[in-house]
């Protein structure tokens, strides 16, 4: 099984079922152009949004909120979800994490780009900064990344405003309790969290923020199948071994953690498991087989076909490339 960690996890609060809620598992695939998620239904018919999460997926959804449609027609950005961005009357997004800015996951180069946004004033509560700059000096020695991210955070928060009416707010130590709303999402109920002595702990404060669109960011669990356990968000398995003949590799076996060589590795290690762990060869046709059994399949060179096909698409609309959304016509390009 490599099927990796691709539904979101849950924040496990009252209302999250409510039409507008969804998932970033849902969002980032439907405006990245993947076949499956074109039918995913996201309105924008209202002037806030709320993300929440406090990662880079969180932040590259919120940019995209937050953006002028201009700013996203040269990209791209799926042909069906430019069209809902086109009509976006979201004007105020919020980045609400749970944690302090000392905890977050974002990465300094991430947050140094977002005062670079032309027509979106993005917005950090100093204090909050100031805050956790004291913290993390109490801690001693700290990670230079951490540092990094605590400056940029404290540059953002100084970065003079543009007065433009697009407004991106990140905020930290708030925590969502409850959505509410009649069918559809139209406010969001967090409690102010505090850092005490290192831990983040919950007052008996909160807000509320009124929004038509929550999309949630808070990670990536393993892809269910009927007979198989799940444990923290992965597939159960002992160094990618689950039972009898099932194996698992990458982000279903360990969780959403590594880059695409840390899966390379992680495999290898999986299938010299496997190895192992044969008695006896079996006597069958293997991959050749396979090939010969009817099955479409598309290589490197069929990949090429179907990139090649894109980019022409995506010169002829001054983009980067436009992404084919159709599995038959993938199957197609890839096969022909």
Not at 265 to 272: A, G, H, K, L, Y
Not at 305 to 326: F, M, Q, T, Y
């Amino acid at each position: 099984l490599a099927t990796g960690s691709t539904t979101g996890r849950k924040l496990g609060i009252p209302g999250e079922e409510l039409s507008n809620c969804i998932s970033a598992a849902d969002f980032v695939p439907w405006y990245n152009a993947h076949p499956d998620f074109t039918n995913v239904s996201v309105d924008l018919n209202t002037d806030t949004a709320v993300v929440i999460g406090a990662g880079n997926v969180a932040m590259d959804i919120a940019r995209m909120l937050a953006l002028d449609p201009s700013e996203l027609e040269p990209t791209d950005t799926a042909s069906h979800a430019l069209e809902i961005f086109k009509a976006s009357k979201v004007r105020n997004v919020y980045i609400c994490g749970r944690r302090g800015p000392e905890h977050a996951a974002f990465t300094a180069p991430e947050l140094r780009d977002l005062p670079k946004l032309e027509n979106t004033d993005v917005y950090i509560d100093s204090d909050q900064i100031n805050q956790a700059v004291i913290r993390v000096d109490q801690m001693g020695e700290v990670e230079k990344d951490l540092r990094n991210n605590l400056e940029a955070m404290r540059l953002i928060a100084e970065h003079s405003k543009k007065g433009v009416d697009r407004k991106l707010n990140i905020k930290f130590l708030a925590a969502p309790k409850e959505i509410k709303g009649s069918g559809k999402v139209e406010e969001v109920v967090f409690t102010i969290n505090e850092v005490k002595d290192g831990k983040v702990v919950a007052t008996d404060k909160t807000f509320t923020i009124k929004t038509g669109l929550v999309v949630t960011a808070i990670g990536y669990n393993a892809v269910e199948y009927p007979g198989i356990k799940i444990e923290n968000g992965r597939i159960a398995n002992i160094a990618g071994h689950v039972e009898h003949n099932i194996y698992v590799t990458g982000w279903a076996k360990r969780g959403p953690v590594g880059v695409i060589g840390t899966n390379k590795s992680d495999s290898s290690d999986v299938v010299d498991l496997i190895i192992e762990n044969l008695k006896e060869p079996k006597n069958s046709t293997g991959v050749e087989g396979l090939l010969k059994s009817g099955h479409e399949v598309i290589d490197q060179v069929g990949w090429e076909k179907i990139n090649a096909s894109e980019v022409i698409s995506g010169e002829l609309a001054g983009k980067p490339r436009v992404k084919e959304v159709d599995w038959k016509r993938l199957i197609s390009l890839g096969t022909s």
